[in-house]
């Protein structure tokens, strides 16, 4: 028992000094909380020593599994893995999203911890002692769950400790979360509505790259038309209220606009769909991002009367799965009015080279390397010049939409790495919230 302590306190020191080289982690911002948490992740190594080999073999998938997303992490954001990571992967559920970061960030220094941990659990360092490394885990997650009301999620430690940090932290949060209905709206319109309102919301488009505002490259030439023909009211750069997706989306459909938001008003405000149903309209929300429900909390499906997950569009090749819903949407629409629709476009999240045909690449060369701006843009410019005038072109010019006005935004914008950044967006700097956001009509529409 002694020599296995002495060995796990060696090996978490050892791991803290290849991290603080390797991820030059910032021990000069620690708190208590981070030294605390020191002695926490040592009980994890020192209970898998002692441990029965079946709880091995799961201590040591739960070590690389916390390697692989902490050092994720660390190479896209220069941060540990937190809650907020957590809640993100799990609730919108894109698989193609989660393969491409992941792809993206694969750091080949995760490899030595990982092979230095599996020596170590072969070790015979002491006859297995079940009820002993079961009550050390126990403490270990006792010690982490009583840090959770006092302390922030992001204060740096070993990657071992915020891996398990974030797990709990992440029961905390769903735990102490408010989950009462939102605010009802009393008022209900008196007529019905006689034209439809179609809300995009895109994925990771950024304004200044669509030469409808000016950029120098043509990606947007049929937006630039219907803007000519007076069908298109362009109202330039929005900023999101958030840099990734889930909570800009959830912002948007309360229509808060204020962050940080400490009691959680964006679940409680009623939502565009309340808002809709008070008026009279048929609610739908068209998704091609995922077959699940994420939108909101889980009393905001009452108010959407019918959902379309992306199961509804499924297409090959899967980059075309925008221009599907166009055409669903549009026929859906063919000779009715009086539809409220929300509309969560695939967009053009990273990697741009998975949104477009390669013979179509305008601009070359095309890669998604971070220390190459110039490709990077290509790839950008290249993925958005295919889907988003396609898209429209397949929406207006089908001849089924009738009297329908469309305000098209984007849940925030993209780095592009134009300062070195590694990561694309969910880091919080300006240059990532600056989305295109305009209005059109279909165009023989009345608006
Ligand atoms: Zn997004």
Same mark, same amino acid.
């Given at each position: 028992m002694l020599i296995s302590s002495i060995i796990a306190a060696i090996f978490i020191f050892g791991l803290t000094i290849y991290e603080r080289w390797r991820w030059r982690v910032d021990y000069q911002q620690a708190t208590w909380?981070?030294?605390?948490?020191?002695?926490?992740?040592?009980?994890?190594?020192?209970?898998?020593?002692?441990?029965?080999?079946?709880?091995?073999i799961i201590m040591a998938l739960i070590f690389t599994l916390a390697i692989l997303t902490d050092y994720g992490y660390r190479a896209a954001f220069q941060r540990p893995f937190t809650p907020?990571?957590?809640?993100?992967?799990?609730?919108?559920?894109? !698989?193609e999203i989660g393969h491409d970061a992941m792809s993206m960030y694969f750091d080949r220094w995760l490899l030595p911890p990982i092979i230095a941990y599996f020596i170590l659990l072969t070790l015979p360092l002491a006859p297995p002692q079940p009820l002993y490394a079961n009550l050390i885990?126990?403490?270990?997650?006792?010690?982490?769950?009583?840090?959770?009301?006092?302390?922030?999620?992001?204060?740096?430690?070993?990657?071992?400790?915020?891996?398990?940090?974030?797990?709990?932290?992440?029961?905390? @949060?769903?735990?102490?979360?408010?989950?009462?209905?939102?605010?009802? !709206?009393?008022?209900?319109?008196?007529?019905?509505?006689?034209?439809?309102?179609?809300?995009?919301?895109?994925?990771?488009?950024r304004a200044d790259h669509l030469s409808l505002n000016g950029y120098?490259?043509?990606?947007?030439?049929?937006?630039?038309?219907?803007?000519?023909?007076?069908?298109?009211? #362009?109202?330039?750069?929005?900023?999101?209220?958030?840099?990734?997706?889930?909570?800009?989306? #959830?912002?948007?459909?309360?229509g808060l606009h204020q962050l940080p938001d400490p009691d959680f008003q964006h679940k409680k405000w009623p939502t565009l769909f309340q808002y809709a149903k008070a008026m009279g309209y048929q609610t739908h929300w068209f998704n091609a991002t995922s077959n699940q429900f994420w939108l909101g909390t889980r009393h905001d499906k009452q108010h959407v009367d019918h959902?379309?997950?992306?199961?509804?569009?499924?297409?090959?090749?899967?980059?075309?799965?925008?221009?599907?819903?166009?055409?669903?949407?549009?026929?859906h629409l063919s000779e009715s009015t009086g539809h409220f629709i929300w509309v969560n476009k695939r967009g053009l999240h990273f990697d741009y080279n998975s949104h477009y045909?390669?013979?179509?690449?305008?601009?070359?060369?095309?890669?998604?390397?971070?220390?190459?701006?110039?490709?990077?843009?290509?790839?950008?410019?290249?993925?958005?010049?295919? #889907?988003?005038?396609?898209?429209?072109?397949?929406? !207006? @010019?089908? #001849?089924? !939409?009738?009297?329908?006005?469309?305000?098209?935004?984007?849940?925030?914008?993209?780095?592009?790495? @134009?300062?070195?950044?590694?990561?694309?967006?969910?880091?919080?700097?300006?240059?990532?919230?600056?989305?295109?956001?305009?209005?059109?009509?279909?165009?023989?529409?009345?608006?």
């Open positions: 909380q981070t030294w605390l948490t020191f002695p926490l992740a040592l009980c994890y190594v020192w209970a898998s020593l002692i441990a029965p080999w079946w709880l091995k907020q990571d957590i809640i993100t992967i799990f609730t919108p559920l894109d !698989l885990l126990l403490a270990m997650l006792i010690g982490h769950a009583m840090l959770y009301p006092v302390s922030s999620p992001t204060f740096p430690t070993v990657s071992m400790a915020s891996f398990c940090r974030a797990l709990i932290f992440t029961l905390g @949060e769903l735990m102490t979360e408010d989950n009462s209905p939102r605010q009802p !709206l009393t008022f209900r319109a008196e007529t019905a509505p006689r034209h439809n309102i179609i809300f995009i919301v895109d994925e990771s488009v120098h490259r043509p990606t947007t030439p049929y937006l630039e038309s219907l803007a000519q023909r007076g069908l298109l009211y #362009n109202w330039g750069m929005a900023m999101a209220c958030a840099p990734c997706s889930l909570l800009s989306n #959830n912002l948007l459909l309360c959902w379309w997950p992306r199961s509804a569009f499924q297409t090959e090749p899967r980059y075309d799965i925008d221009f599907t819903l166009a055409r669903q949407l549009a026929t045909p390669a013979p179509q690449a305008t601009w070359t060369p095309t890669q998604f390397d971070p220390k190459n701006q110039a490709t990077i843009a290509n790839s950008y410019d290249n993925a958005l010049r295919y #889907n988003l005038d396609t898209f429209f072109q397949t929406l !207006l @010019e089908s #001849n089924l !939409l009738q009297n329908s006005t469309i305000i098209y935004t984007s849940d925030h914008s993209q780095t592009l790495s @134009e300062h070195g950044e590694t990561w694309t967006h969910c880091y919080g700097q300006p240059n990532e919230l600056g989305c295109a956001t305009f209005h059109a009509y279909r165009p023989t529409a009345t608006p």
